[in-house]
């Protein structure tokens, strides 16, 4: 089992930064490819954005050139720099961990963007 831990969530102004954090213990693996996705409310989980331990990323469309994300030498911590926040970034954010297709995930950090 693999515990996932997130924090850094909140209410920022549009145009803002926020940084979230995700830290996992347990059977962690230096396979797993760690990431955050996110769900607004009345929509469906997506894609922000993995690394790999390699550090190749995947990161969406929407949050490209604003959204960052980085990792530990670990492969325990995950990083998400979120840079000039739009009101449509406002969503819940969960923290990922998939090794080799069993994924666990994080209970979620709210990010609200007022604007």
């Known amino acids: 089992q693999v515990q996932l831990v997130e924090s850094g969530g909140g209410l920022v102004q549009a145009g803002g930064s926020l940084r979230l954090t995700c830290v996992a213990s347990g059977s962690t693996s230096m396979a797993a490819v760690i990431g955050w996705y996110r769900q607004a409310p009345g929509k469906q989980r997506e894609l922000v954005a993995t690394?790999?331990?390699?550090?190749?990323?995947n990161v969406a469309d929407s949050v490209k050139g604003r959204f960052t994300i980085s990792g530990d030498n670990s492969n325990t911590g995950v990083y998400l720099q979120m840079n000039t926040v739009r009101a449509e970034d406002t969503a819940v954010y969960y923290c990922?961990?998939?090794?080799?297709?069993?994924?666990?995930w994080g209970q979620g950090t709210l990010v609200t963007v007022s604007s």
């Open positions: 690394i790999s331990r390699d550090g190749r990323t």
């Open positions: 990922n961990y998939n090794v080799l297709g069993r994924q666990y």
